[in-house]
């Protein structure tokens, strides 16, 4: 009653709810997606929730997403509203941890390690893990099966991102202590985490502990590549080029800083990669007709001319049309991160309204929102590779049109699966390196489908990210070598 009696027009409208610092806290953990889309039906693209005493304004639409992308440095922090989690996890020194124009630097230095030249070298090393765990693994006996991707694609993900990224010592580290490390640290990185910081979980000791023995295991193959690089040796990971960086100040990028962006970059890249190949490979499973034309199109592209398949190719990659056009259509429909947060640190008008957004509170955009709304996009809740046809990417230097009039570039776009802005994300083509080498390893190797009862599960928004619920059981025929 006080919320209707004593609406502040200048305020946008507040979700109901019955309990003052529990808000809607529920309703968003639950399903963020089900809370955003029911709250926008009432209220409009902008409203307020609170969330455990936070004050949380949802932007949707493209307007929103700009809104809380593009937002000046002098009105919104990512620091403010990460580093309570992202801090203990990564380390201090690095991402969230410090001023933005660091972050900026530190975001320079990652890129150089984000190169044409060095995914040429990263695809074969991919392929091989993939094809090595399979061979291995117990889920690929004989000449056809089941197999659940919730216990495969963490591993895989994690082998694959090592063994190319981060470094031949760090994949050979997982088949020991490292991956007990991972588990600890990744045991800190949960919504539990991000809500209650001020907590003392039992799993932050264990999570305090990975931290400084990862960091530790970093700056040691730092110290040993350091004796190798007189010796000339060659290496394309991302250490080496983190390695021996100055800050614009002239002050030098210490080990430990290192140590700590390499930590930053797998848990990045981890679940987000994770989530997104699982997805993929579910609705690939679900459509026969996809299966097919993927299959056809490694044939056309790689085809020796003789009947067989030359070995995947970074530059040949790009030519995979229908291969990049069913990564962008999981995007769509399943981007790993539904919420993006920033502090506001001055008030904020909303354009086009008479809403202040005061200090204090926080702006949260979900891209994923506007990825599903039928203004933009014909039957969005139809997995459909056939959409993205005659594309072309932000990156080709195109506008990107999405039918009904809708045509887009930058911030104000209805389809940001890798943010805008300052905070847009670097990993966008090692993630597509990853992905597309992935994904076109299965297809060379195995014809996917569904057991009889199975389909595409519904999202599981348990962790901080929009994974599908377990098991996710898909099957298998090994196609003839
Ligand atoms: C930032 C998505 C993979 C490293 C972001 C942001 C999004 C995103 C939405 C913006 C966050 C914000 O504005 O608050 C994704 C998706 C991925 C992926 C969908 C895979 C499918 C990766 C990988 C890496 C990575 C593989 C590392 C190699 C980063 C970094 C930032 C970032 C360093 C910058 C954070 C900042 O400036 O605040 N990512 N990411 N991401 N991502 Fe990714």
Not at 344 to 361: C, Q, R
Request: with cysteine; hydrophobic share 35%.
């Amino acid at each position: 009653l006080n919320q209707l009696l004593f609406k502040d027009p200048t305020k946008p409208p507040v979700v109901f709810h019955y309990f003052p610092f529990f808000g809607s806290t529920v309703r968003y953990g639950m399903d963020p997606y089900a809370f955003f889309n029911s709250c926008q039906e009432q209220y409009g693209d902008v409203f307020t929730y609170v969330m455990l005493g936070r004050k949380m304004t949802a932007c949707l639409g493209p307007k929103g997403n700009d809104f809380v992308f593009n937002g000046k440095l002098s009105e919104v922090s990512a620091e403010e509203a990460y580093t309570h989690l992202t801090t203990p996890v990564f380390g201090d020194g690095v991402v969230y941890d410090v001023p933005n124009n660091i972050l900026m630097e530190q975001k320079r230095f990652m890129k150089f390690g984000l190169t044409a030249e060095t995914f040429k070298s990263y695809v074969p090393l991919i392929v091989e893990q993939v094809e090595d765990y399979t061979k291995k693994s117990k889920f690929f006996k004989g000449p056809k099966g089941t197999v659940s991707l919730s216990a495969i694609i963490p591993e895989l993900t994690i082998f694959t991102a090592a063994r190319s990224l981060q470094g031949k010592e760090v994949r050979d580290a997982l088949d020991g202590s490292f991956a007990k490390l991972f588990h600890d640290l990744d045991m800190g990185f949960t919504p539990m985490n991000f809500l209650f910081p001020w907590f003392p979980f039992p799993s932050n000791k264990r999570r305090d502990n990975a931290q400084r023995t990862m960091a530790k295991f970093y700056m040691s193959i730092i110290e040993k590549r350091r004796k190798e690089e007189a010796s000339g040796v060659d290496h394309s990971d991302m250490i080496w080029n983190l390695m021996g960086r100055s800050y614009k100040d002239g002050t030098p990028v210490t080990d430990r800083n290192v140590a700590h962006m390499m930590i930053a970059l797998l848990m990045a890249g981890q679940h987000t990669s994770m989530a997104t190949i699982t997805w993929m490979l579910l609705h690939v499973a679900d459509q026969p007709k996809l299966v097919k034309d993927l299959y056809d199109e490694q044939v056309r592209v790689f085809g020796n001319g003789k009947g067989g398949i030359e070995p995947l190719s970074y530059e040949k990659l790009s030519e995979c049309t229908i291969l990049n056009h069913t990564i962008r259509e999981t995007l769509r429909t399943h981007p790993p991160l539904h919420s993006i947060m920033r502090k506001v640190k001055a008030p904020m008008h909303v354009d086009g309204t008479n809403y202040v957004i005061p200090k204090g509170h926080y702006i949260l955009g979900a891209p994923g929102v506007s990825a599903m709304d039928e203004k933009y996009f014909k039957n969005p809740h139809v997995f459909d590779v056939s959409r993205w046809e005659g594309q072309k990417t932000e990156e080709e230097g195109e506008k990107m049109d999405f039918g009904f009039g809708m045509v887009s570039k930058g911030t104000a776009s209805p389809y940001l699966p890798f943010g805008a802005g300052r905070h847009r994300c670097i990993g966008e083509q090692f993630a597509n390196v990853q992905l597309s080498s992935i994904m076109a390893t299965f297809i060379r190797n195995f014809e996917l489908g569904y057991p009889e009862g199975c389909g595409v599960p519904k999202p599981d928004y348990s962790s901080m990210i929009a994974l599908p619920t377990p098991p996710c059981t898909i099957s298998w025929v090994k196609r003839d070598p």
